[in-house]
């Protein structure tokens, strides 16, 4: 799904919502932990299916119903015979496929009368995790199904597959993506963590969010993001609008917890309800104002969490050019020292986000090595970090700076007082993985993407014994067999990648794999040799030609009029 397709939901979704109070709490009972929204249990209406419907279609209508949850998947339980109908409990989860076909499975001998086995066959995309966080997939799928002709003539399912499965066209229709806000590791910023849940009925999507903040960040990202919600508390009523236009938001006991704690809450609920809801919010535990000071809520309010990361308006871009830093600017500005005057041959680098430090990956005898400094300095650095091949500088914090040396060794350099420190970062499931040939880090410093071997990974950063360790690696599949050359962070939930492909060169991805979508590759030529993504959201790329900029995938790639020429390798702060 596009960004412009994702606006038009959310703006639908806002004008259905408010919403209105459960009927089964009365005004007047006093607050109790309700329990969280049972998919299966949220009733739908259908239509009955065709009559005469053949077996194949029968199959195919199965499949794109099962992505219904709603009255114990009774969409999907509709196609199946009495019998198989009241035993089929599907396994938890939701694998996704496309380019679905049925077909008939030949037979060796005939089958009885009124007996028809039917292949179902696809590509898989992924799949619907428990915790409603998508994972992605890839290779075929295949699975047979036997269908019977009933008493009255119609075709049903007698044996349907033990799991459900469901085509990415119904899944996109039927769910809908959620940014679900946690902590960063020093708890001053919020980050996104995509989730999918039912779009309708839209009166449950506040509840919908409300249970998956409580339940903490998906699993993997479990340890590289933080909850201050604290295990077990649980929503006391339904997450519904009060007679003055307020969402309400009542949490039950939440403990000895310092003011800070409650305003972190306050910034993970605010943002996290944000998506499905323009009302003010009024949180409350046990019926209590959280914050004791503080009235209805809006983003604006707890503001500083989301600008925690932010990097400055004001910073320009820069390019290396022929071995040396410039500013994207109309003269190309020579950056100040020795890495704008030529004197170091620059091959990658990367500015600190408050605009402070200056990263460059620099050719020396034998390889390259590893420079840190003050931006603007005459000289940077050298740290003890050497190799044939870096990647290009990234900055986890203002002061702490991430490359890939030689593609398999992660290292860290962060201030430490007057000097620089390196470490070595474990990343054993990343580098076990392949080649790395890119590693950038995203807004908040909780997890990075990597192209490993042409594909992109992304990986939660987590803390082991006071130790940064990079888990759970995750391959993002592409919708097409490219090759990936590089890539950068678009705000803390998407990317943007360049490819090998002319046809596909720059796609825009979701953190979580499941959106791509492809931008005009025209006015673009081949190869494209970086990307960057300026603080305004305009996607920057080079080519052999010069700088080309945009910024909706659908939108011709515009010149960048600088006197910047071909083979460049542009970067914004971070």
């Known amino acids: 799904m596009s960004r412009p397709v994702r606006r038009a939901a959310a ?43 053949d077996a194949l279609s029968l199959v195919r209508s199965f499949v794109d119903d099962s992505a219904k949850p709603a009255s114990d998947h009774e969409a999907a339980r509709r196609h199946l015979t009495p019998q198989a109908a009241q035993e089929w409990s599907p396994t938890p989860g ?48 295949r699975i047979e199904v036997r269908v019977e002709r009933q ?37 001053t910023g919020v980050v996104p963590d995509l989730r999918y849940v039912p779009a309708l009925p839209s009166s449950t999507l506040p509840r919908r969010v409300i249970d998956l903040l409580v339940t903490g960040p998906s699993e993997a990202f479990r340890d590289s993001l933080r909850s201050a919600i604290p295990p077990g508390v649980v929503p006391k009523t339904n997450t519904s609008e009060s007679p003055d236009g307020a969402l309400e938001v009542n949490l039950s006991d939440l403990g000895d917890l310092t003011a800070e704690q409650r305003q972190q809450i306050a910034a993970q609920t605010v943002f996290s309800l944000q998506s499905v809801s323009s009302a003010r919010v009024r949180l409350k535990e046990e019926g209590r104002p959280l ?12 503001a500083s969490f989301e600008t925690e990361h932010q990097v400055r308006a004001d910073l320009p871009g820069m390019a290396v050019v022929n071995e040396s830093l410039v500013l994207i600017d109309d003269s190309a500005t020579p950056v100040p020292g020795a890495v704008g005057s030529g004197e170091y041959r620059v091959l990658q680098a990367g500015r600190s986000l408050d605009g402070e430090y200056l990263a460059a990956v620099t050719r020396r005898p034998g390889g390259v090595a590893l420079r840190v400094g003050e931006y603007g300095a005459q000289q940077l650095a050298e740290l003890d970090v050497a190799g044939s091949f870096m990647t290009k500088p990234t900055w986890r914090t203002e002061s702490e700076v991430w490359t890939v040396v030689d593609g398999s060794t992660v290292v860290r350099a962060r201030k430490d007082g007057d000097r620089w420190v390196t470490e070595r970062v474990e990343a054993p499931e990343l580098v076990g993985a392949g080649q790395i040939e890119d590693l950038r880090i995203a807004p ?49 939930d998407a990317l943007v990648a360049i490819t090998g492909s002319s046809s596909s060169p720059v796609y825009d991805v979701s953190v979580d794999g499941f959106e791509w979508t492809r931008y005009t590759a025209l006015n673009l030529g081949q190869r494209l040799t970086g990307v960057t ?5 305009r996607v920057i790329v080079a080519d052999s030609v010069g700088l080309w900029q945009t910024e ?18 542009p970067f914004f702060p971070g």
Request: a negative charge.
């Open 533 to 537: 993504v300026a603080q305004d959201g």
């Open 11 to 53: 703006a639908v979704a806002l004008l259905l919502v408010p919403v209105t109070a459960c009927a089964s709490i009365p005004e007047s009972s006093e607050p109790r932990a309700v329990r969280s929204i049972d998919e299966g249990n949220a009733t739908q209406e259908l239509k009955p299916l065709p009559k005469g419907i």
């Open 291 to 302: 914050l004791d000071e503080a009235g209805d809520l809006r983003p604006s309010d707890v």
């Open 444 to 492: 908040g410093g909780t997890r990075l993407a990597a192209v490993v071997d042409g594909r992109i990974l992304v990986a939660g950063i987590g803390e082991r014994d006071d130790q940064l360790v990079v888990q759970h690696p995750t391959p993002l599949v592409p919708p097409e067999n490219v090759e990936i050359t590089g890539l950068e962070w678009r705000g803390n």
């Open 151 to 187: 008493p009255d003539g119609e075709w049903r399912i007698a044996e349907p597959p033990p799991g459900l499965v469901a085509g990415r066209a119904a899944f996109a229709e039927t769910y809908r993506q959620l940014p679900i806000y946690f902590l960063n590791h020093e708890g």
């Open 552 to 569: 909706e995938p659908d939108n011709v790639w515009a010149v960048v009029r600088v006197p910047i020429g071909g083979g460049s390798i």
């Open 94 to 141: 939701l694998l996704i496929v496309e380019d679905v076909d049925t077909i008939p499975v030949p037979q060796d001998m005939p089958l009885p009368e009124g007996v028809q086995l039917v292949s179902v066959q696809g590509d898989k995309v992924g799949r619907l995790q428990p915790d409603q966080s998508f994972v992605p997939e890839s290779g075929p799928y």
